[in-house]
């Protein structure tokens, strides 16, 4: 099983541009559908985009279209979400996970299906 450390995190401008990563321990890390979720204060943690294993399937929450984008490096057992243009409502926690897929093209959307939390990391962007 992986474990996962994301970094990135910080206060930025509304406007400004963020790029999160998350490193995944073990060797089996290209067998995992991965995720970013956040937590904003006094809310549920939602999802926020979603990779599949292979790499060649991605899905967002319509907030963040066009706006964040998801991708991993897979020989280096990490996955990335580039924040640009970003508005005070994306200030929360930010946490990715991973869960273990045996479809390379398969993407999750809910919390239940991921296997694995990073602690996360905070992103505050300013008004």
């Given at each position: 099983q992986v474990q996962l450390v994301e970094s990135g995190g910080g206060l930025v401008q509304a406007g400004g541009s963020l790029r999160l990563s998350c490193a995944a321990s073990g060797r089996t890390f290209s067998s995992y559908a991965m995720g970013w979720f956040r937590q904003a204060p006094g809310k549920e943690r939602?999802?926020?985009?979603?990779?599949?294993?292979?790499?060649?399937?991605?899905?967002?929450?319509d907030s963040v279209k066009g706006r964040f984008t998801i991708s991993r490096d897979n020989p280096k057992n990490t996955v990335y979400l580039q924040m640009n243009s970003l508005k005070p409502e994306d200030t929360a926690v930010y946490y990715c996970a991973a869960g273990r897929s045996s479809r390379s093209f398969a993407v999750f959307l809910t919390q239940g299906e991921y296997d694995v939390w990073g602690p996360g990391t905070q992103v505050t962007v300013s008004s």
């Amino acid at each position: 099983q992986v474990q996962l450390v994301e970094s990135g995190g910080g206060l930025v401008q509304a406007g400004g541009s963020l790029r999160l990563s998350c490193a995944a321990s073990g060797r089996t890390f290209s067998s995992y559908a991965m995720g970013w979720f956040r937590q904003a204060p006094g809310k549920e943690r939602e999802f926020v985009a979603t990779i599949s294993s292979g790499g060649g399937s991605l899905y967002y929450t319509d907030s963040v279209k066009g706006r964040f984008t998801i991708s991993r490096d897979n020989p280096k057992n990490t996955v990335y979400l580039q924040m640009n243009s970003l508005k005070p409502e994306d200030t929360a926690v930010y946490y990715c996970a991973a869960g273990r897929s045996s479809r390379s093209f398969a993407v999750f959307l809910t919390q239940g299906e991921y296997d694995v939390w990073g602690p996360g990391t905070q992103v505050t962007v300013s008004s």
